[in-house]
């Protein structure tokens, strides 16, 4: 399983890779990252300063040039991005934030965050002496899997919540029901997503998690691309990046990170 770690951490990489490269041509940043603030000056300038930064910490843990260190700075830069941008835009901006849809598009970012401090958990502890800054952020990677799982879970929700709008997501072909593929999925995503997060089974439930949002990725998100590649902001090029980024945080998961658990010993006995 362990040979699956950098396969893993390229799939995570390059999906998060290919999230952000479309806003160097857009000039602003996409809905998953940070949202549309009125006024905010040199919007610009941020959005390229933060996609470049993305880039560089993905290209490190893929050539493992000081991986741990660029996975950790990539996870508290996405972390703060989401806590200083997104959670007071739904708090004070936007008019529907007691819908869980509104918050659906940035919720992605917390999970991302998770991803890099699970792929920094993967590499090596590094010897040399460390900033205080990344002392802090190494105490973070122990909650890589739940800011993951949580995002996850509250994904399974939505199945339930936006039923008919995620059906006719299914292809045609496939057998069985939209309706009832998208609750068999939102139940998938919420039982694997607390099995994670409790540390029950947790290897098994991060691998078939991993596998389920990887045959979403060949039978729906690759198919969606061909009729409207570049369309909508690259709205479908950019769900078929993040299905693919997701897919490589859960198998990190399985393959590559201590079992560990916000209220389970390593030893698998509760703590509460």
């Known amino acids: 399983m362990e040979k ?6 390229i799939a995570y990489c390059i999906g998060l890779t ?6 160097l041509f857009y000039g602003q940043f996409g809905a998953n990252f940070f949202p549309a603030w009125p006024g905010l000056p040199l919007t610009a300038v941020w ?6 930064l993305v880039i560089a910490a993905c290209a490190a843990i893929i050539f493992e040039k000081n991986g741990r260190m660029a996975s950790l700075i990539l996870g508290g830069l996405l972390l703060a991005v989401y806590c200083l941008g997104y959670i007071p835009y739904e708090l004070i901006i936007e008019p529907h934030s007691s819908n869980l849809g509104s918050w ?3 919720l992605e970012e917390p999970a991302l965050a998770g991803g890099a401090f699970v792929a920094a958990g993967t590499f090596p502890k590094q010897l040399n002496r460390q900033t205080t800054l990344i002392k802090l952020l190494e105490k973070l990677i122990v909650f890589g899997p739940a800011l993951f799982s949580i995002t996850m879970v509250l994904f399974g929700i939505c199945h339930f919540l936006y039923t008919q709008y995620i059906a006719p997501m299914v292809p ?7 309706m009832f593929w998208t609750r068999f999925a939102g139940v998938a995503l919420i039982g694997a997503g607390v099995a994670i997060i409790i540390g029950f089974k ?3 439930a991060a691998t078939l998690l991993g596998i389920m949002i990887f045959i979403w990725l060949i039978i729906i998100h690759i198919p969606s691309l061909f009729p409207a590649l570049f369309g909508s902001h690259c709205k479908e090029l ?7 980024a997701f897919a490589g945080i859960a198998f990190l998961i399985a393959t590559g990170f201590e079992n560990y658990s916000i209220i389970a ?3 698998g006995r509760m703590k509460l």
């Open 265 to 267: 010993r390593p030893d």
């Open 202 to 204: 947790q290897k098994l």
């Open 47 to 52: 959005t390229w300063l933060f996609t470049l």
């Open 238 to 244: 950019i769900g078929a990046f993040s299905a693919l």
């Open 172 to 178: 045609a072909w496939f057998p069985g029901s939209g």
């Open 18 to 23: 290919g999230m952000v490269l479309p806003q």
């Open 104 to 106: 659906a598009d940035g």
């Open 4 to 9: 699956l770690i950098k396969p893993a951490r």
